[in-house]
């Protein structure tokens, strides 16, 4: 097996750590209703932005398999 250069181990971190909060969107969101697209946390409809990039309430759903 072939090891990651320190250096580019940390690189690809760093873009890694850019990217998650793509991740932590409300569409994958524990908190969101897609049915109703209310933030059930916080009884409202987020913001687009909230709903595209992050909301710092987030919280994974649970992967049932």
């Known amino acids: 097996m072939r090891m990651l250069r320190t250096d580019a ?3 690809l971190k760093e873009i890694v750590e850019k990217i998650k909060p793509i991740y932590k969107s ?3 969101c524990e908190h969101f209703s897609e049915a109703t697209e209310i933030c059930k946390k916080y009884k409202q409809r ?3 932005r909230v709903i595209a ?3 710092p309430s987030y919280e994974d759903l649970e992967i049932p398999f």
């Open 9 to 11: 181990f940390y690189e």
């Open 46 to 48: 987020p913001p687009a």
């Open 26 to 28: 409300c569409l994958n």
């Open 53 to 55: 990039y992050a909301c």
